[in-house]
């Protein structure tokens, strides 16, 4: 099975920061690979899906970028709102699997 | 508006068996495959099961193989999950979610509200 490995497991930043989260798979996953936000109580809603692309609605300041076994999530300017858990999963195999988590807190 | 609601989760023995269901509405359903996914309280998410349309092709998490058996009635527009053989790690939310499938990627693009299942003597 594909192993994915998020870091940092938290990040502390301040509204206005850029900030950077990174996957990785254990084998290729081409661009297989997307990224959910879940704030507290709620359920996950996906951001970025094949990598690079945005899902409709999504706030231009998410971006995603990588191939392969290296992926990562950029938020080019944080808002109050944005301040929740950050997944990624792949989506190359039959068998699903997602990274552990980045907790993301208002510093 | 698409509609996935989660209902069949309560308070369990270790070793009892419990039906999960999701019944959906807002799109066509027999064009999608569909999933479960759980997250124990306080940790991350874990995919748990997909479905085929057809209900032909099912794949499960390792931890569940033998014990979960995912289903899908399209009459019913209905996904379920049967748990047999529950463990306290099973104990978790459950929620289930739709499978998009586009050019490049595949996704999870609805969500249920989740479930909660808490396996406990």
């Known amino acids: 099975d594909i192993q994915m490995t998020q870091s940092p497991s938290s990040l502390s930043a301040s509204v206005g920061d850029r900030v950077t989260i990174t996957c990785r798979a254990s084998q290729n996953i081409t661009t297989f690979l997307n990224w959910y936000q879940q704030r507290p109580g709620k359920a996950p809603n996906v951001l970025i899906y094949a990598a690079s692309r945005f899902q409709s609605g999504v706030p231009s300041r998410f971006s995603g970028s990588g191939s392969g076994t290296d992926f990562t999530l950029t938020i080019s300017s944080l808002q109050p709102e944005d301040f929740a858990t950050y997944y990624c999963?792949?989506?190359?195999?039959?068998?699903?699997?997602f990274g552990q988590g980045t907790k993301l807190e208002i510093k | 508006e698409v509609q996935l609601v989660e209902s069949g989760g309560g308070l369990v023995q270790p070793g009892g068996s419990l039906r999960l269901s999701c019944p959906a509405s807002?799109?066509?359903?027999?064009?999608?495959?569909m999933n479960w996914v759980r997250q124990a309280p306080g940790k991350g998410l874990e995919w748990v099961a997909s479905?085929?349309?057809?209900?032909?092709?099912?794949y499960y998490v390792d931890s569940v193989k033998g014990r979960f058996t995912i289903s899908r009635d399209n009459a019913k527009n209905s996904l379920y999950l049967q748990m047999n053989s529950l463990r306290a790690e099973d104990t978790a939310v459950y929620y289930c979610?739709?499978?998009?499938?586009?050019?490049?990627?595949?996704?999870?693009?609805?969500w249920g509200q989740g479930t909660l299942v808490t396996v406990s003597s």
């Open positions: 807002g799109f066509i359903f027999t064009n999608y495959w």
């Open positions: 479905i085929k349309p057809d209900g032909n092709e099912k």
């Open positions: 979610a739709r499978d998009r499938l586009k050019i490049g990627g595949r996704y999870f693009d609805y």
């Open positions: 999963q792949q989506s190359y195999s039959t068998v699903y699997s």
